[in-house]
């Protein structure tokens, strides 16, 4: 009887501490995504940096690919169309050509 005693009010003086730290927590919106982990970030994406610059040349007519790089979801094809230089991003995953920057 003692020991259930003395476990009772030990939650008693935890209580308050606990109570008090939730205020404190930051919440964070539903459509939150934590940042990708390492190892999400390393691994191959689906999209090849070959397949990209193919997607770009086949979206982008009488293009020449200067430069190709990925940021953290997209390929950045930089390419040359009749002297008009702009960089189009590919989605890494998906394929889809998401926007052209004109120079």
Known sequence: MKSILATFLLCLTL????SQAAPNEEVQPSNFLPPP???ER??????SRDKASEIVRENVPNSRVINIRR???NWRVRVDQEGNVSDVLVNAE??????SDRE
């Open 15 to 18: 209580l308050p501490a606990a």
């Open 37 to 39: 982990s390492s190892s």
């Open 42 to 47: 390393d691994r191959e994406p689906r999209i």
């Open 71 to 73: 940021d953290s979801q």
């Open 94 to 99: 998906s394929g889809r050509v998401s926007r």
